[in-house]
């Protein structure tokens, strides 16, 4: 063997003895000197029954561990406290451990560990961060008790009977700090009573947890509040909300926590519970960071259920037998920042017994919903309790069904587009009070709201207002395309209507005079059908008369068919009409109206004003009323029942008739009657005024033939007192031209043999000295149709109706015609020939009275004889040429 080889191997075998001899003296003083260094140069005492330490490798098996804290009152630095069976550690940090006192390793195993665990106290960000003096990447523990506190000795984290593998473990203080106890990579855990603490509000408690392939299964889940109500509330006054949630039971898997992020896929809870308290508080927005993330692949929540108590303790919301998913369900800083504070990509929702309050009571039977679609059985609203909104709803409907194409949200206002919503079997009634104007108008945080398609089916709804319902019965509806967003001035909502169909029978509108009923509606953006319109008084005319402090019509009117074609729009904002044809059918009209209250003191416009005063444009092209009868009756406290006019056989033809708010369209509109004058004779009129004139010129010309003077008797005979006995109003011609100060124009009126009878106040007898001198002073014939008379100066009264001056103009052309041109002279003498007759009936009755009267019978004459004297003394007075004055 050549020199240099036997060398090389005396020096290897010296090498071997060497490393040898450092390895026994290391392990005998790790077994007799290192529990002394470690309590010198660390913050800890350890002790142990057996200590085995391989340096080539770094391994160390240790049994029946001790640890201790030097002093349990330094929050600097991890505290631990307890006992380990068994401790096998795989390449330890010697080096580290001996010149840096920091322990270090990458593999540990625990057996049967019992320790209290004290974390160090979370480093301040302005300072330096300090080293942790305990550091290891994989962690292995059996049978393990742990026990973790926070630095203020409260408890924070607990487990019994731990069996877990982590890998590249990290418990920084800063993972303290953001409430996260421990980072890690990846685990697998089992274990009983876990307890976790991580504030003074609240407590989370697990029975059992258990891992196996990844899927992680707990048992048991609560997360308690520590305080009462009242306790959370004094504690805490700022806070609003107070949770407590349970679950029978949850698994999931593949859970991560690292860099402050939580992740975990497949979370199913059991039979959740939730609970949240409010305590009313309307604490200051503040804007706070999230200091963690949570990430959740798919998320399932069975048969849970949820109550939301209000601060009274009263339910504001809940719901049992809930069944939710979520996908890919993100909770971040960015999130949080927005009106849905998570972002999802796939999400439903099912629950039965679902109920809110927020002064309406809402109940479903049962709820079904997605990110795409949602439909509702069995729904019901009803009035809540202590209910402060302006509107009322008391309704049920058995099915509610949409399907949604977009939802979302843009610069933190809604976008939402609804292809379909169906309503079926909607009863109830939606009472209303009075519109309180928004101070403020705005979008109400709506970008665009699109609603394609809105179904009504087979329902009956009551819409009341003031008072005075409404009433949908079989009520079907569609409306298509509705559009809702904000004005150009983004001061309130647009809305636009595209298309709509509505059909009821027997709709009705109550106010508090009439009922409205229609046997049939039916109404699009381009039709209108009414079938048996009728609006019926609801109180007779002597309580109506007692119930209105000045005169007031009363209507009583019915048709048997409304119809309409054009195009209108009435749900947007910009509201119009423009109908190229509307047709009355058998329209039987009654108007009443009694003089016995006050006169209405307001200024009554004319129609073109009146129609100049619509707010919208409308513009109807032709409007005929066919075969109707008008009758208006008029009481005074002087007449004995009401006068009466009637109009049968009632056409009318109406040209034009709009608001002066349509460009391009006419504004003059020309009126055609023509009627049955108190069904006896013919009657036109011609009637035109142009809306835009703010002069509110008018022309109303007519004509009246073969009217057996008899007809007029109902109208005159209440307040005249006066009939006519026979005669014919041959014909009646008038022209009249006016403006709101009055009117003037032409009248002719060709007659024969005119007779009148003038009656006592009762209508019953004829005063017949009257009658006589009425009838010498009325022109029984004209012969041919005479001349023409001027109707002038006839002055309006601003508080009467047109109709009162139109009235007036034939007054005046009556009295021309019938008594003279005169008019004034010629009822001076008519009153000076009533005054002579009533002196002349006064002598007769004195006379008479004189006759009664006893004499002295001076003559002996019997008192037969005494009264035929008197007698013949009256004839001879009558008989005599030159009659008294008086006659």
Known sequence: MRKWVKKMLIGFGVLLIIILAVNFGVNFWLRTQLPNYIKDNTNYKVSYKKLDVDLGTGNILATGITVNGKDPQNNEVIGLQGTIDTLKISRFGIFDAIFNKQISS???????????????????????????????????????????????????????????????????????????????DRYEIKGKNLFFRPNNMYALTINTINTSNGQVSVENFKVTSLLTFNEFKRFYPKKRKLFEFAAQKMNFKDIVLK??????????????????????????????????????????????TVEINKPDGSKLVSGRNIHASLSHLQLSKESSEQVIPINYKDFTF?????????????????????????????????????????????????????????????DRKLNLDIKDVLVENANGNIK????????????????????????????????????????????????????????????????????????????????????????????????????????????????????????????????????????????????????????????????????IPEDDPKIKPLYSKLLRSIKIPMYINNLDLKNSILVYEEDTPQSAGPGKLTFGNFNMNVKNLNSAKTKGKPTRVDIKINCSFMNLAPLSVNWNFDVANQNDVFTIAG?????????????????????????????????????????????????????????????????????????????????????????EGVERDPTKSFFNLFWKGIEQGLKKTLIGRNVDKTEK?????????????????????????????????????????????????????????TA
């Open 106 to 184: 990458s593999d540990v195993l625990l057996g049967s560990p019992n320790l209290n665990v004290i974390l160090a106290k979370p480093i301040d960000k302005k300072t330096e961060k300090k080293k942790n003096p305990v550091s290891f990447e994989n962690i292995r523990i059996h049978n393990g008790s742990i026990t973790i506190f926070k630095h203020t000795k409260q408890k924070f984290l607990s487990v019994q009977k731990l069996d877990l593998f982590v890998e590249n473990l990290q418990m920084a203080e800063e993972s303290v700090k953001n409430k996260l106890p421990v980072v890690f």
């Open 432 to 595: 209303t009070g009075e519109n309180k104007p928004n101070k403020k108008p705005g979008s109400g945080g709506i970008q665009s709201v699109i609603v394609r398609k809105l179904s009504l089916r087979n329902s009956n709804v009551i819409y009341d207002k003031g008072s005075q319902p409404l009433a949908f019965n079989d009520l079907n509806a569609v409306v298509n395309m509705i559009e809702i967003g904000p004005k150009n001035n983004n001061q309130g909502l647009d809305v636009k209507v595209k298309d709509y169909f509505l059909t009821t029978k027997n709709f009705s509108y109550k106010t508090k005079f009439y009922l409205m009923s229609v046997g049939l509606l039916k109404l699009n953006k381009n039709k209108i059908q009414v079938n048996n319109f009728a609006m019926k008084p609801l109180v007779s005319r002597a309580q109506f008369i007692k119930m209105i402090p000045v005169e007031r019509d009363l209507y009583d009117l019915k048709a048997g068919q409304i119809t309409a074609e054009g195009n209108w729009d009435l749900f947007s904002n910009n509201k119009s009409i423009n109908a190229s044809n509307v047709l009355i059918q058998s329209a039987d009209a009654n108007i009443f109206r009694s003089k």
């Open 350 to 410: 099912s629950g039965k017994d679902v109920y809110f309050s927020d002064g309406q009571n809402v109940t479903a039977e049962s709820i079904a919903l997605n990110s795409k679609s949602g439909e509702i059985r069995n729904l019901s609203v009803s009035p809540g309790s202590s209910i402060t909104a302006t509107t009322a709803v008391t309704l049920k409907s058995n099915h509610i069904a949409f399907n949604i194409n977009k939802f979302g949200f843009i």
């Open 259 to 304: 860099n402050n992020i939580i992740s975990l896929s497949d979370a199913n809870f059991q039979n959740p519970v939730l609970t949240i308290s409010n305590t009313g508080v309307l604490s200051k927005k503040e804007k706070k960071e999230l200091n963690f993330e949570l990430n959740l692949e798919n998320v399932k929540f069975t048969n849970g």
């Open 703 to 791: 004509r009246a033939a073969n009217l057996p003077a008899s007809g007029i008797n109902p109208f005159i005979r209440p307040y005249l007192h006066v009939t006519a006995t026979s005669g014919t109003i041959q014909e009646m011609l008038f022209n009249f031209k006016g403006n709101p100060a009055g009117l003037n124009g032409t009248f002719n009126l060709k007659h024969k043999d005119l007779k009148i009878a003038v009656l006592n106040k009762n209508n019953q007898e004829k005063k017949g000295i009257l009658t006589a001198v009425a009838n010498l002073l009325l022109k029984s014939d004209s012969g041919s149709l005479p001349e023409a008379v001027d109707v």
């Open 829 to 885: 003498k008519v009153k000076k020939a009533v005054s002579s007759v009533k002196e002349m009936k006064q002598s007769v009755k004195e006379i008479k009275q004189e006759i009664k009267k006893p004499t002295n019978n001076k003559d002996n004459t019997t008192p037969q004889e005494e009264k035929k004297e008197k007698k013949g003394f009256l004839k001879n007075i009558f008989k005599k040429k030159d009659k008294p004055e």
